[in-house]
């Protein structure tokens, strides 16, 4: 694909919604663009803030905490996986307010352990330790939820 055509067909993508920059690297790739024009459109979609990796890590953990009730854990191995910077990632999860992140996680708790037929109390709270770190919370938090 053309330089100017794929850069318009970026520069679409992500206007309509926010983008990481291995994405965007990924279908250009896709749709046979010239590997040295790749880097040329990210840094041109960069500086016509069409592409900014913080703001996607800023969208990505608001809104997979908000809906997903995920935990840093998981949205950090996520992040990391779509190759978003470390300080990125960082000033993002900062973002998230302390009262709200605790109390998404006794809420999951509550309602997992609502649904639990379990009557031992330590393979009880085995199984809600699970599902906790499983949707990404810390272990620190959960045992502190759990006691």
């Known amino acids: 694909m ?4 794929a850069l318009r067909r970026a520069a679409a993508m992500c206007s309509r919604q926010e ?3 291995t994405h965007i690297r990924e279908k250009l790739l896709e749709w046979n663009t010239d590997p040295s024009d790749v880097d ?3 840094v ?7 592409l900014d990796d913080q ?14 009730k995920w935990g840093k854990i998981k949205i950090t191995a996520m992040l990391r996986q779509k190759g978003i910077y470390a300080t990125a990632i960082e000033e993002a999860l900062k973002r998230i307010d ?19 037929d379990e009557e031992n ?19 620190e938090l959960i045992h502190r939820i759990l006691s």
């Open 121 to 139: 109390h330590f393979t009880r709270k085995g199984k809600l330790f699970r599902f906790a770190a499983g949707r990404g919370f810390e272990s």
């Open 2 to 5: 053309e330089y100017k055509d």
């Open 98 to 116: 302390d009262k709200a992140y605790y109390d998404t996680c006794a809420e999951l708790i509550q309602k997992k352990s609502e649904s639990l």
């Open 40 to 42: 040329k459109i990210i």
């Open 19 to 21: 983008q990481c920059s």
């Open 44 to 50: 041109k979609l960069q500086e016509e803030k069409f």
């Open 55 to 68: 703001r996607y890590a800023n969208f990505y953990v608001r809104d997979k905490f908000r809906f997903n």
